[in-house]
């Protein structure tokens, strides 16, 4: 997974932080904007979690700081759920303009709350999801418990939340007071999924029932059994991301990448700016790339990593073959092998200033097997086809492809 910091400037000239996390291929289908929960930050591991799973379905994720949190400037104590909102959307148009417009929506807690509002205003959006999301954002007051006096007599007071000491203000209060989900979700024109967990003492799962009950179809529901409020156990939060990717591909459109054709055994693409390169092997598809030392991000093997594995399979499968047609009770075989460049001094060459390629191959051999058959295995080893195409003098001839002619 890809990840690119970015700063977005908002309608109050705060810089907000975020990243947009790539999916592997690096050539995502769509895009999804999330919202944090309330105090909390893009950062969070369970946001990581949660975009991770989203990336594997090939969504794009771009996860962000409210004004005043995280890494983002601007003073928390002034903001409220309305300017939570304005980022949202702030946000959304950014991705409109530089890639494209967010077709997915997750919030967490009253980061939920924030995108059911949001999204209602963003007509690309087609599919939102909430996890642990209360029914009425004005429920995130009760954090507030015996500062809610305070706050009401004096205008602001500072409250313990998740142990950090925040401001808050009067205004807030009022703001959320003044914001309702029910006309939305009776109205809406996306697709909601409401993820809560029974065991959630910070937002009762009770307001999951809520909300479902509200919104108008589509709508779905999903419990995180054992879930905490946060999903700080990672299977939470990785089975979440998980499933809010497929639920959700039900509802955007499809989405066909252009498909890798070719009438040769073999047609391998690289874009521009990565190592990650698409191969397809007659029917078969799988991603290659380099490691992180040689600047790739190591999502792949590396093409060394193919030209082993070459061997290591063509030695397998060649060695069950033979058994099965000698009778020879092998019942697995595992077959190791390490490419290296060594000097050609070391391998008894004479010129000291070159390197040539040196593979070793270790075999695991598992069955009823007598020394005799064994050692014919080792032998058999040798002559499998592609330790025959290795060691034999080959030519390969390099042509271009002219796109301009017929």
């Not at 019942?331 to 070391?346: G, I, L």
């Amino acid at each position: 997974m890809k990840s690119v910091r970015i700063n977005i400037e908002n309608e109050l000239g705060h810089q907000l932080s975020a990243r947009l996390e790539m999916p592997v291929s690096g050539r995502p289908k769509h895009y999804a904007l999330f919202a944090h929960c309330f105090t909390c930050s893009k950062d969070l591991i369970a946001v990581k979690n949660i975009t991770l799973g989203l990336t594997s379905h090939d969504i794009a994720v771009l996860r962000f700081d409210f004004t005043g949190l995280g890494e983002s400037e601007g003073d928390f104590s002034n903001t409220n759920f309305s300017s939570n909102i304005a980022d949202l959307i702030c946000v959304a148009k950014f991705m409109e303009k530089e890639f494209q417009p967010p077709s997915v929506m997750v919030g967490h807690s009253l980061g939920g709350a924030a995108v059911i509002k949001a999204a209602d205003q963003l007509p690309s959006v087609k599919a939102v999801a909430t996890i642990g999301s209360p029914a009425d954002p004005e429920h995130v007051t009760h954090l507030l418990s015996e500062k809610r006096e305070v706050i009401e007599q004096k205008g602001e007071a500072r409250v313990l939340i998740a142990g950090r000491q925040f401001t808050i203000k009067k205004q807030f209060i009022e703001d959320l007071e003044k914001n309702s989900l029910e006309q939305i979700l009776n109205n809406k024109d996306f697709a909601l999924l409401i993820m809560h967990s029974p065991q959630d003492r910070v937002v009762e799962v009770s307001n999951a029932a809520k909300l479902y009950h509200a919104a108008k179809h589509s709508k779905s529901f999903i419990s995180l059994d054992d879930a905490d409020h946060l999903l700080s156990n990672k299977h939470d939060s990785l089975y979440a991301g998980n499933m809010i990717g497929a639920w959700s591909s039900k509802y955007l459109p499809k989405v066909v990448l252009p498909a890798l054709e070719s009438d040769k055994q073999t047609i391998a693409r690289t874009f521009k700016d990565s190592f990650i390169t698409d191969v397809k092997m007659d029917n078969h598809m799988l991603l290659a790339d380099e490691p992180e030392s040689m600047g790739g991000e190591d999502l792949g093997p590396s093409p060394y990593d193919l030209l082993s594995a070459s061997l290591a399979t063509c030695t397998s499968m060649t060695l069950q073959y033979y058994a099965k047609a000698k009778n020879i009770p092998l019942e697995e075989v595992r077959v190791h092998t390490q490419h290296d460049k060594k000097h050609a001094d070391d391998c008894q060459q004479k010129d000291h200033k070159n390197k040539i390629d040196h593979i070793t191959r270790w075999i695991e051999l598992d069955g009823n097997l007598d020394e005799q058959q064994r050692q014919k295995l080792l032998d058999i080893a040798n002559k499998c086809p592609v330790h025959k195409t290795l060691l034999s003098d080959i030519k390969i001839n390099t042509n271009l492809i002219d796109d301009s002619q017929d």
